[in-house]
């Protein structure tokens, strides 16, 4: 198993346990130190037990629509694998980033960020310049 | 000078780049190498011609309203410096996340991503808890 497919399994169990609404998981999947969350419309959110929180109150809120997650980049460098998708919340598509960091030879995630999408997205707007392949 | 000290010292330099238009100052700040760029509105943006191709976009862009920066968080943690702030622009405030890494003894941007903030933001909405504080 490379690190890309390694980094994109802790990403899909990131959004498994948004999709349960699994606060216990989601706290596994979460490093403990050095943590920052920027959720669609909020200011940052820094250490881990704000992030926490902030997961607490998405997973007690009965309007909070389904998100999948598509069009995954990875980019992998040493212990620290970024990946970028496409989140579709309630017809809205998001620019997600998902940081990990192997941290004891697991994946954690250390920040996570998600932007609106005013346009539409074209596959080729995420690929990586030729000179850029690495 | 301390790390932080340092990271932040880049972050304004990128922000002075961006009130010049300043697009060789701006290629000096960005890493060469496993960049990328979200920024508002936009899908994401990998690698360093996709990354600077845009700021050439937004310099052009006579349209383009100035932009101030405020409310800096430092997370500094070995060769990487995330820097957390709000940007104004137009009236509307943006959290911004830069993340640098130290290459070569310079820290080099590797991540830039600012998203709307729907509320008004709280000096206290970014502390972070207690036992976070490192």
Same mark, same amino acid.
């Given at each position: 198993?490379t ?5 994109l399994a802790a /990403?899909t169990?990131?959004y498994? *346990? +948004?999709?349960? *609404?699994?606060?216990?998981?989601m706290? *596994?999947?979460?490093?403990? @130190? @050095?943590?920052s969350?920027i959720? $669609?419309?909020w $200011?940052?959110l820094i250490?881990g #037990?704000?992030?926490l %929180?902030s997961y607490?109150?998405i +997973?007690r809120? &009965?309007l #909070?629509e &389904?998100?999948?997650h598509?069009?995954?980049h990875?980019?992998?460098t040493? @212990? @620290?694998? %970024?990946v +970028?998708c496409?989140? !579709?919340?309630g017809g809205?598509a998001l620019? *997600?980033t998902?940081? +990990?960091k %192997?941290i /004891?030879? =697991?994946? %954690?995630? !250390?920040?996570? #960020?998600a932007s $609106?999408i005013? =346009?539409p !997205?074209?596959?080729?707007?995420? #690929? &990586?310049? $030729?000179?850029q392949?690495?």
């Open positions: 198993m690190d890309e497919d390694s980094i /990403n169990a990131y498994h *346990a +948004f999709s349960k *609404a699994d606060i216990v998981g706290s *596994a999947i979460w490093a403990e @130190d @050095d943590v969350c959720h $669609p419309g $200011p940052v250490g #037990q704000n992030v %929180r607490g109150e +997973f809120n &009965p #909070q &389904p998100l999948e598509q069009k995954h990875v980019i992998a040493g @212990d @620290d694998g %970024r +970028f496409v989140e !579709i919340v809205m620019a *997600a998902n940081w +990990f %192997r /004891n030879g =697991a994946w %954690r995630l !250390i920040h996570h #960020q $609106p005013a =346009a !997205i074209e596959e080729n707007d995420i #690929q &990586p310049s $030729p000179k392949l690495n």
